[in-house]
């Protein structure tokens, strides 16, 4: 909207609660077995993107642990 004038008929679209935010991410959890190598290549993604997205310092993962990923 321009300003705060509506006109009758006019249609306008509200967010909801329920809608989620739109990223340029993806979820993923690390699964028993995982690597940022593995997880790298599945996505193709690098090891050092991985790292940068996910601020890790180091290529430890721990099970369970949520990683962004970036979407293609």
């Keep these: 909207l321009i300003n705060n ?10 967010p909801t609660k329920s809608e989620q935010p ?31 997205i996910n601020n890790l310092s180091s290529n430890l993962l721990s099970i369970g642990q949520q990683l962004k990923i970036k979407r293609t």
């Excluded at 004038?5 to 509200?14: A, D, P």
């Design 5 to 14: 004038t509506l006109s009758i008929g006019q249609k306008i679209i509200l």
């Design 22 to 52: 739109i990223t340029e991410y993806d979820n993923y959890i690390v699964q028993k077995g995982d690597s940022l190598y593995q997880i790298g290549l599945k996505y193709n993604i690098t090891i050092n993107e991985l790292k940068k």
